[in-house]
């Protein structure tokens, strides 16, 4: 009895409740969903931003499985009139970081963690169900920069980066994204696919494939995960 007790309050002092009410008082959702945001957490919010959540879908901020490396960073932060759609249950894990800028749409389903992930919206980002995105993954939307002919400053190297460079990224649902990828915009990744550590990712992947390299290229196919 005693030990159940301590253990209620250690999960008690760990939510940060102000950031938690901070994020219900912004979020359009039924009342079967719920909130928790962890210590060590910084949510930041624009007042014209806004985050909607499914019937019994639930998001915990900073999740700390592990009992390691306490103290680790976890950030959320909607620009101006940005969304966040959690379709599930959705954990952000210590360390990650997720930005959605002006006008961006980050769409995450049911069953999926980001465990110390980057996630940087411009527009448009959606990952499915029952997805794993690993520590030190980067996804993109948008390549922040164009490049140009340097004999003419105002003419571009080609047609493709003329014009605006921001593309939404699709992750289909039971996606492994590995260690230290990265996601660049305009890609979409068919549902069962495995991301290796440290590929980067140009183009789309077929479902249940394996991408591994830099450009990522298909190395294996048919292939599941579980995990």
């Known amino acids: 009895m005693r030990l159940k007790i301590v253990k209620y309050f250690r999960v008690l002092s760990s939510i940060n409740w102000l950031q938690t009410l901070l994020l ?29 959540m499914d019937e019994r879908a639930s998001l915990e901020i900073n999740r700390q499985d592990y009992g390691l490396d306490k103290g680790l960073y976890c950030r959320l932060q909607l620009a101006k009139n940005a969304t966040l759609h959690i379709c599930g249950n959705v954990s952000f894990h210590r360390n990650t970081v997720v930005n959605v800028h002006n006008g961006g749409c980050l769409t995450i389903g049911g069953n999926t963690y980001l465990n110390g992930s980057n996630i940087d919206c411009s527009r448009g980002v959606t990952i499915g169900c029952n997805c794993a995105i690993a520590e030190g993954v980067r996804i993109m939307d948008n390549s922040w920069h164009e490049i140009y002919d ?37 890609v979409t990744i068919g549902e ?10 140009t183009k789309d992947v077929p479902p249940h494939c394996l991408v591994a390299g830099v450009p990522a290229r298909v190395v294996r196919e048919n292939v599941d995960w579980k995990g």
Do not use: F
């Open 150 to 186: 340097k004999l003419c400053q105002y003419k571009p190297v080609s047609v493709e980066v003329s014009r605006e460079q921001i593309l939404p990224v699709v992750i289909g649902n039971h996606v492994w994204i590995a260690t230290n990828a990265i996601i660049l915009p305009g």
């Open 24 to 52: 219900y008082l912004r979020v359009s959702k039924p009342k079967s969903s719920s909130i928790r945001v962890l210590n060590m957490s910084r949510v930041i919010l624009d007042p014209s931003s806004r985050v909607i």
């Open 192 to 201: 069962g696919a495995i991301v290796a550590c440290g590929a980067v990712v």
